[in-house]
């Protein structure tokens, strides 16, 4: 069996009682970085083996995985933070499980995306996840402005290096635009700033720490220009 388990994005008392059972009785822990994934086992007492897969050996490594889960062993697959699958290669892992008929199931839990969207008090019936836009200025324009075309809201992933640059494009495509920014959501800093982007990108221009320390979730909400 390979589990699919969400663990927490900051806040180690966001994991579930079924995460945690899960992780004490499986024969390996497949994760992203080892030393980030032992923390959170050590904070639970949790004393299981642990292997590497990312984007860079999710190939070699899955076929290794998929090897072991066809001998009959269960493995738990975790991302650093959140739900394995979204904007990590996760889903390789599971593709490949599929194709070979062995049985995948999923340990729901913390998820940034969801987390964001349910602070940003706006509709949230239809929206797009576009998870972490191209690194190349020109490419990320491209994207957001395909964006810009359904009224839909959009939820965007970013990294301190290029948070006010995605600030200042946001504004540049789509003009007058509410924004929602959950920045260290769930962690002792968590700060969620909601307004027009004219005021939000004031706000972190004029505080520079924190605009460059953490991870961002950024909500737009198109509808807000009707």
């Known amino acids: ?41 050590n904070h639970y007492g949790i004393n299981k ?18 090897k072991l889960l066809k001998e009959g062993k269960n493995i738990a697959l975790v991302s650093d933070s959140g739900t394995p699958g979204i904007s990590d290669p996760g ?4 593709k490949l499980a599929l194709e070979n008929d062995i049985s995948v199931s999923p340990i ?36 957001l402005l395909e964006l810009s075309k359904p009224g839909k809201t959009i939820i965007l992933y970013e990294s301190p290096y290029r948070f006010l ?9 789509f003009g007058d635009v509410e924004v929602t920014v959950c920045r260290e959501i769930t962690k ?10 004219d005021a939000v ?6 505080n520079k720490t924190q605009a460059t320390r953490g991870e961002f979730s950024v909500i737009l909400n198109p509808a807000s220009r009707d």
């Not at 292997?51 to 050996?57: F, L, R, V």
């Not at 940003?120 to 020109?138: C, D, M, Q, T, Y």
């Open 188 to 197: 002792k800093f968590e700060e969620i700033k909601k307004g027009p982007i």
């Open 165 to 173: 640059k995605l600030l200042d494009e946001v504004k540049e495509v």
């Open 1 to 41: 069996m390979l589990y699919i388990v969400a663990t927490p994005i900051g806040n180690l008392s966001d994991i579930t009682l079924r995460a945690l059972d899960v992780l004490r009785s499986v024969d390996l822990i497949a994760c992203e970085d080892t030393r980030h994934t032992l923390k959170l086992l």
């Open 201 to 206: 990108l004031a706000y972190y221009k004029a």
């Open 91 to 94: 889903f390789h892992i599971v």
């Open 108 to 143: 729901p839990g913390a998820s940034a995306l969801a987390a964001a969207l349910s602070v940003a008090g706006i509709p949230a019936n239809r929206f797009v996840f576009e998870g972490f836009l191209p690194v190349k200025s020109g490419a990320r324009k491209k994207k």
């Open 49 to 66: 083996p642990l292997t590497s897969y990312y984007e860079h050996n999710k190939l070699s490594k899955g076929e290794h995985l998929i």
